[in-house]
């Protein structure tokens, strides 16, 4: 596993070693040994998967009480990731890291809980899968605005994006609850 540090060097994208043949291939998803070593030290409590189709725009979604840290990857389709810095303490507050990730690429994004997270889909499909580090506390979710100027993210999109209504109506950063 190559484990690199982003622009944020917390966010971290890994890239496991695949061995393949003509009947498929392999590759650890999760190898704690391995990622412990490279700094990512991660109990992880619950998986989730979604299927989306071209153009959803899911995010950017935190918990303000029981932050999660998160292990996401697709594995079928492409997305475009966002991790965006919320931890007002950080030299990086307020800035993303956006990387592709797909079926394809294998790649995962390592996001610790302090960030902000979402994606947009952009294959006709995709399915979406990610580790948290600690339960979905619905009560203490909170949504950054996903267009938001200050954050000056630059989503690929073709058009407007569909999103929840949530999403629609996320906190602006200056208004946003964060991390100390």
Same mark, same amino acid.
């Given at each position: 596993?190559?484990?690199?540090?982003? *622009?944020?060097?917390?966010?971290?994208?890994? @890239?496991?070693?695949?061995?393949?043949?003509?009947?498929? %291939?392999?590759?650890?998803? $999760?190898?704690? /040994? *391995?990622?412990?070593?490279?700094?990512?030290?991660?109990? %992880?409590?619950?998986?989730?998967?979604?299927?989306? /189709?071209?153009?959803?725009?899911?995010?950017?979604?935190?918990?303000?009480?029981?932050?999660?840290?998160?292990?996401?990857?697709?594995?079928?389709?492409?997305?475009?990731?966002?991790?965006?810095?919320?931890? /007002?303490?950080?030299?990086? %507050?307020?800035?993303?890291?956006?990387?592709?990730?797909?079926?394809?690429?294998?790649?995962?994004? $390592?996001? !610790?809980?302090? %960030?902000?997270?979402?994606?947009?889909?952009?294959?006709?499909?995709?399915?979406? #899968?990610?580790?948290?580090?600690?339960?979905?506390? !619905?009560?203490? @979710?909170?949504? #950054?605005? $996903?267009?938001?100027?200050?954050?000056?993210? @630059? $989503?690929?999109?073709?058009?407007?994006?569909?999103?929840? !209504?949530?999403?629609?109506?996320?906190?602006?950063?200056?208004?946003?609850?964060?991390? *100390?």
């Amino acid at each position: 596993m190559q484990v690199t540090p982003t *622009a944020i060097p917390d966010v971290k994208l890994i @890239e496991p070693k695949v061995f393949g043949d003509a009947r498929g %291939f392999f590759y650890e998803s $999760w190898n704690k /040994r *391995a990622l412990q070593s490279a700094g990512i030290d991660a109990d %992880f409590v619950q998986d989730n998967h979604s299927r989306s /189709r071209r153009g959803v725009l899911r995010g950017l979604h935190y918990q303000i009480r029981h932050p999660q840290g998160k292990l996401v990857r697709v594995i079928a389709g492409s997305v475009c990731d966002v991790a965006v810095d919320l931890r /007002r303490a950080s030299p990086t %507050f307020g800035r993303h890291v956006a990387v592709t990730l797909s079926a394809e690429n294998r790649a995962m994004l $390592w996001i !610790p809980a302090g %960030f902000a997270h979402g994606f947009v889909v952009l294959s006709e499909d995709a399915e979406f #899968l990610y580790k948290t580090t600690d339960y979905w506390y !619905p009560e203490h @979710e909170r949504t #950054l605005l $996903w267009n938001d100027p200050a954050l000056g993210i @630059e $989503w690929p999109l073709e058009g407007a994006p569909i999103v929840a !209504p949530k999403d629609a109506t996320g906190s602006k950063l200056a208004a946003a609850e964060t991390y *100390a």
